[in-house]
């Protein structure tokens, strides 16, 4: 997982009211072919793995891809509490994936929460948005008073094994560094770590706090770097997947509408999901890879990649005291033995995605889309189309060739409160102070701040009441609002 390529995950829905609508602008300022080919031939018995994550949403479509994985047996999934996501979270998202996808029995447990003396913790907002499942509508369910600890599962599973397993890292190090204190035998029970982790000579994808991609750090081993440092100073054979490969896979854009056609199989329905919900993954200027979508091929397909045989080191910190203070991991001659993926096969790392979302059953409740709506800016007139089946979630797309900073607002209003009274209070609302009646619903927001032209899509979840588009250019305090036509969502 890295995400710090782009700004960061950002809160599912970027809900504005009327009264906050220029200040969305004035933030922003003036600027802001894969096939379904054959799958890889695979082993006759299956391959044991233990999963340890830190349930990003690559992470999540990772898991779906390993538990669908005929030639994948996974027997344990710890959550790394150091990572995007907190335990509760964690362990909430985790629970539903495998109940999702007919693996209930598979137990899962987090480990601690903070980090080594160099952790650096994820931004905050990265990890509500994180905790919150990207929005998945997790149903309520009670978890054990006291959860397991990751390290006793992490144990537990691999003396169950019935081969010695691996470890399919897609998190910060933080439980496998504890699980071999623990243990020191661990390290010569396990058939290896294979993991998405670090970067060699591609440029580093952590941009918060002053960072810039001039520095090789990427935030799996950036978030708990004493950690990586610790275990890779065990013998425990190491195959990495860093942002060297992962950056010749950059997130399909066309992968939302190719599982928008078809998405029957569990994987593919739960990804399609989290795409939907979440939409800054599908978005080439958020900087989105595929991260643990292609560790987790490489590990059972390992051609998608081109790999290396080379030593690796951690970088020690300023005062040279603790080991991997920086996240840092170089080719070095004195360093220790590693396998590493240096290049990636785009296009059949594409198919092979599709194939690998494809496989299996339905999930056990697939997600459906109630509607569609678009909504259009010349300027001056604001359109839109809107196709609803009731009350649910929507996809609302906006575009505009206005040629200028704009956006739209999609508001609505509840009986018996009309359209008409929205666009009479609009008339002499102040922006900057004034407070939105409570008949008022706050539904969606989005913002071409560049004025690109690009279609922007983001989701909402829409009661069936009256909704519309209120389309604006301008910022505070000279504001334009151009009102769209309104639209019943049916009962």
Known sequence: MGPGAYDGPMPLHRRLSVALIALLLG??????????SPAPSKAATPIPVIVDTDVEQSDLAALAILLRDPAIDVRAVTIA?????????????????LEELGSPDIPYACGREDGGPDAR???????????????????????????????????????????????????PWTNLEDAFAADPTLADRVA???????????????????????????WNAFADPSAVAAVLATDVPVSLVPLDATDDVPFPADLLDRLAADHAAGGADLVYELLVRWPPRTRA??????????????????????????????????????????????????????????????????AALLEALDRGDARITPFAVAGEIAIGF????????????????????????????????LGGVRAPATWADLLTTLATFDIATGVPPEWYIDAASIADASGSGEAITTTVALEAETYGPLCFTG??????VTPGEPFDIPD
């Open 121 to 171: 913790p994820f931004p905050d907002e990265w990890r509500a948005t994180a905790d919150a499942a990207y929005g998945l509508a997790i149903p309520p369910k009670a978890l054990p008073a006291t959860p397991p600890d990751a390290v006793t599962l992490l144990a537990d599973a691999v003396a169950a094994s019935p081969s010695a397993p691996t470890i399919v890292a897609l998190g």
């Open 475 to 480: 910022q505070t305090p000279s504001v334009t």
């Open 192 to 218: 290896g770590i294979h993991a998405m982790l670090g970067t060699i000579e591609a440029p580093g994808n952590v941009l918060v706090d002053g960072h810039t991609t001039a520095e090789p750090l990427e």
């Open 285 to 350: 200027a958020e900087g989105q890879q595929l991260w643990d979508e292609l560790a987790v091929l490489a590990l059972t397909a390992p051609d998608l990649v081109t790999w290396e045989d080379m030593d690796i080191a951690t970088v020690d910190g300023p005062d040279g005291t603790t080991d991997g203070a920086t996240g840092i991991i170089v080719n070095d001659p004195a360093g220790r033995p590693a396998r590493v993926a240096t290049a990636a096969d785009g296009p059949a790392v594409g």
């Open 81 to 97: 509490g150091t990572g995007l996501v907190h335990c509760s979270g964690g362990r909430r998202a985790v629970r539903y994936v």
């Open 378 to 409: 010349d300027g001056t007139s604001c359109t839109r189309t809107a196709d609803s089946s009731g009350p649910g979630f929507h996809l609302v797309s906006f575009t505009s060739t206005a040629g200028q900073p704009s956006g739209v607002q």
């Open 27 to 36: 933030a922003c300022g003036a600027s802001s072919d894969a096939s379904r």
